[in-house]
């Protein structure tokens, strides 16, 4: 989009304030938790949509990012006594050094089977953590000890607390995607995305630049995890490795706008307000419902609107405001 | 132990045989469209259900139905290959694959809601006999499911081998341009590819219904053990799908049986793991645009 700097400034400072303000406002708790799964599923679909959106390494198996980040703080917490968020920041570094391997793997394939084998990968991590119970507690997994108001245990008794936590991370986040976007790493990253013998036919160092971006993906997926095992208190392989975790991360871009910086936002606000108007309607009774309404939008998205609800959005805007013909 | 060892290869070989009708779809489809089906075990839990749903409003036995569930997904897949399929084929991975995901997201979900997570499964007269040849021992519902899974797929092989269809759509897959400039129609080579495929999904679901249940989740166990038949057995391959998916069935009854009840998957993994890091080169390397 055209907008002028200054314009761009004052959105942003508009957006910002509106979001540091909403908790003060909405005080529902059943709303404040959807917000904050708006922002972690947002912040994963862009901590995915560096690999998936830009590079298109369509990974479906970022769920074992946000495990392996989930339980290296869990275990520090409750067998070390030391605070997650050093653990967050520690999950991280391990999720990037369980990148390498995965992604050395991975990475020998291309379109479909590179989705196939992330698959894989995710899946074997769960069952490892399924069926070594004395390795971290196995199937019934564990309770994260509750300290009541302990902000440096990342514990708080107000929800809004978790809100501003999961903000900063989103923040975080499209800062890092923004800053890679206009560096030569992001032109890299399109090129290889576009076609891959081409990009390395000019000199593009294809392995090495997937390498790296899937080590920053991975160690962002990884700092979700410890959120969200320290905000539901609880952890076990099947919530930490779910499947819906990684199948999430890629909805929401994909739906959103697949590259682009704000797409995986955009894309959770319409998923997880849809899942949560079902919820409200419906009760959550009827298994299924909310995959069967998010795979009609996903078929509906890649049939009439690859590029997502950005792309239908700017298509609209050039036809309507400005009546010229929309950029490709 | 020697016996413990046979009995445990005989019962992988008899499921592998189911593993490999879903896995020869998934190559088929691979090799003649160029996409991967990720909604394949899907179709294999449509087949069970049509089984389970003429057993038991109609009684009819879970074999005779397949002459049912074989032409319904046939029609079926010819209907999503020309409606759905087609307008995403080209260059571009993401519509391909996060279409038929979303195919098998929609068919999964769906059946949860319509059918329940409920178990289901059907008794037929044959299901709990069994035969003892010296010491083995071999149960009747398997080994019939795995003569009619081999006998389909040699009737595939005969088709695409001695039929003129069967030749175009080998023919599309070896080279999709030339073919077409030898005037095969491609729409129809694909639609006829994806139905064929669909109807051997179908076929492995009602071949499982006498000894296996049926659960809106039941295709996802054969559908990762046909990604990984299919790798290991080098892509659009379908003889090597078929010898990769009876190695798959021992491999994992192997390791049910030596490792532990719950470890058959981690073998499978760490099968198609190990195939990824010693012998890639022939995977990836030919998929062809």
Redesign the interface.
């Known amino acids: 989009m055209q907008t002028s700097g200054n314009m761009k400034w004052l959105w942003l400072a508009i957006g910002a304030v509106v979001m540091l303000a909403l908790p003060q406002f909405v005080t529902s708790s059943f709303a404040i938790d959807i917000f904050i799964r708006i922002l972690l599923f947002s912040f994963i679909g862009v901590a995915w949509n560096l690999m998936g959106g830009y590079a298109?390494q369509?990974s479906?198996g970022h769920a074992a990012y946000f495990g392996v980040g989930a339980y290296t703080s869990t275990i520090m917490q409750v067998n070390y006594g030391i605070s997650p968020w050093i653990g967050m920041i520690a999950g991280g570094v391990v999720a990037m050094l369980a990148s390498l391997p995965i992604g050395w793997?991975?990475f020998?394939?291309?379109?479909?089977?590179f989705?196939?084998?992330t698959?894989?990968?995710a899946?074997?991590l769960m069952?490892?953590f399924?069926?070594f119970r004395d390795f971290a507690w196995g199937a019934e997994g564990t309770t994260i000890p509750n300290l009541g108001s302990a902000p440096l245990m990342m514990q708080f008794e107000e929800k809004s607390s978790y809100y501003y936590v999961v903000l900063g991370l989103l923040v975080v986040g499209l800062w890092i995607t923004h800053q890679i976007e206009k560096s030569w790493i992001g032109y890299y990253l399109v090129a290889i995305g576009e076609d891959e013998d081409a990009a390395e036919a000019i000199g593009v160092n294809a392995p090495k630049v997937k390498r790296d971006i899937y080590m920053i993906s991975a160690f962002l997926t990884a700092l979700a995890g410890t959120f969200y095992t320290q905000y539901i208190y609880f952890i076990d392989p099947a919530t930490a490795f779910s499947f819906n975790v990684s199948?999430e991360a890629?909805l929401v871009s994909?739906v959103g706008g697949?590259g682009t910086l704000w797409g995986p936002v955009i894309g959770t606000v319409l998923l997880e307000t849809t899942s949560a108007l079902l919820q409200s309607w419906l009760g959550s009774s009827?298994?299924?419902?909310?995959?069967?309404v998010?795979?009609?939008i996903?078929?509906a998205v890649?049939?009439w609107r690859?590029t997502g609800l950005i792309g239908f959005a700017t298509d609209v805007y050039h036809r309507t405001l400005r009546r010229k013909p929309a950029r490709a | 132990m020697w016996e413990t060892l046979a009995q445990a290869v005989i019962n992988g070989l008899l499921i592998g045989g189911i593993y490999a009708l879903v896995s020869i779809g998934v190559t088929l489809i691979f090799g003649v469209v160029k996409i991967v089906n990720f909604a394949q075990g899907e179709f294999v839990m449509l087949g069970m259900y049509i089984s389970f749903f003429l057993a038991t409003q109609f009684g009819i036995d879970p074999l005779v139905s397949l002459v049912v569930s074989m032409p319904v997904l046939f029609v079926a897949g010819v209907l999503i290959q020309h409606f759905l399929i087609r307008r995403v084929l080209g260059p571009n991975d993401m519509p391909q694959i996060f279409l038929t995901f979303a195919l098998s997201l929609l068919l999964l979900n769906l059946s949860l809601m319509l059918f329940s997570a409920n178990y289901r499964t059907v008794h037929t007269s044959y299901s709990d006999e069994a035969w003892h040849i010296g010491g083995l021992y071999i149960p009747v519902a398997k080994l019939i499911a795995f003569a009619v899974a081999m006998a389909l797929s040699g009737l595939l092989w005969l088709f695409l081998h001695t039929t003129d269809l069967g030749r175009a759509m080998r023919a599309a897959s070896q080279n999709r341009d030339v073919a077409m400039l030898m005037g095969i129609n491609p729409n129809r080579v694909f639609a006829v590819a994806f139905g064929t495929a669909l109807a051997l999904a179908g076929a492995a679901g009602s071949l499982l219904m006498p000894f296996y249940s049926a659960y809106p989740f039941v295709g996802q166990v054969f559908v990762l053990m046909a990604f990984v038949a299919v790798v290991m057995g080098t892509l659009g391959n379908v003889m090597g799908a078929l010898v990769a998916s009876l190695m798959m069935g021992i491999a994992e009854s192997l390791g049910i049986q030596f490792v532990g009840a719950d470890s058959g998957l981690i073998v499978v993994f760490a099968l198609l793991l190990l195939t990824l890091a010693f012998r890639p080169s022939g995977l990836g390397a030919r998929r062809g645009r």
């Open positions: 298109k369509l479906l793997l991975c020998r394939l291309r379109g479909p089977y989705t196939i084998a698959i894989a990968t899946q074997v069952l490892i399924l069926k199948i890629a994909i697949i009827v298994g299924g419902i909310q995959l069967t998010y795979s009609l996903l078929m890649i049939l690859p």
